[in-house]
């Protein structure tokens, strides 16, 4: 086993037309794709996954899920057609047990805008296999803080984490005419999510209590992803670092973490 530890990430994805743009929030994802060394496999935790379950795909060729609407045909036809690995849903689950109990989708999922728009920059090549796994939206902020911990282990096998999200996420709010701003509340909130993130990454869950809260994160699965990076970045004992920043449209946080690879004599 390697005492490298792979990176872990998680990247602000923003309106699904980001996988067609090139702005700087997709050229960072892409300096990402290209720094970091080559995975044996990604991990993604989509946003757009969000099921009453946890469970992680297992089939051989992963599907690409247009899961929106109203958006150009261009944005429909693309396609990210990375292999699957079934054997890393079994590693998955064994890593995780027995504090967690991960059932293998076979067929229903595949790979979700949130994983897909964000990976046609970063590994464009789509060569790498990616396997999803779902968010339990039964389950309270702590669990999937606990629930990234435990996958720390899959670093030193080869996996990259990837978390997909928002640390801001209000589509009720959007101000199409404020393409690059953010409100002053989804400021407030995103801020203090870089300060726990760099201070104090386990304490990342109470940010529930945050005065913000209820508007920028209205509904948590935007929210969610960014758990399980802070969970890995507190098994690891070691801040997560800001790799880009920003505002779209005044309620959405474009804000992107990496917890960047590591040697450590633990191997």
């Known amino acids: 086993m390697s005492n ?5 990430a998680f ?14 929030f997709t050229e960072a994802w892409r300096t990402f794709g290209a720094a970091v060394p080559k995975p044996r496999a990604i991990l993604a935790i989509s946003a757009h996954w969000h099921v009453d379950a946890l469970a992680v795909t297992a089939m051989p060729s992963p599907r690409t899920i247009h899961d929106f609407y109203g958006f150009p045909q261009a944005l429909f036809d693309v396609q990210y057609p990375a292999p699957g690995l079934p054997a890393l849903a079994e590693e998955i689950a064994d890593v995780v047990s027995p504090d967690f109990v991960v059932a293998a989708d076979r067929e229903a999922w595949g790979l979700d805008h949130g994983t897909w728009s964000v990976l046609v920059h970063a590994f464009p090549e789509a060569d790498i296999p990616v396997v999803q796994l779902s968010l339990d939206a039964r389950k309270p902020l702590d669990w999937h803080l606990a ?3 435990k996958l720390a282990a899959l670093r030193r096998h080869g996996v990259l984490i990837v978390g997909s999200g928002n640390v801001v996420h209000n589509l009720r709010a959007i101000d ?3 393409q690059d701003g953010g409100y002053d509340w989804a400021q407030r909130f995103d801020t203090d999510a870089r300060q726990l993130m760099a201070e104090r ?3 990342i869950a109470t940010l529930a209590s945050h005065p913000d809260y209820r508007l920028a994160v209205p509904t948590d699965e935007h929210f969610l992803p960014l758990l399980y990076l802070a969970g890995l970045s507190a098994a690891a004992g070691r801040p997560a670092d800001v790799l ?8 959405l946080s474009m804000t992107a973490f990496m917890l960047g690879a ?3 004599g633990n191997g």
């Open 201 to 203: 990454p386990h304490a």
């Open 262 to 264: 590591a040697d450590d």
């Open 147 to 149: 629930l990234g911990a």
């Open 4 to 8: 490298v530890l792979m990176p872990a």
């Open 176 to 178: 199409w005419k404020n």
């Open 11 to 24: 990247l602000g994805h923003g309106s699904p037309m980001n996988a067609l743009e090139r702005n700087r």
């Open 244 to 251: 880009v920043d920003g505002y779209s449209f005044g309620s």
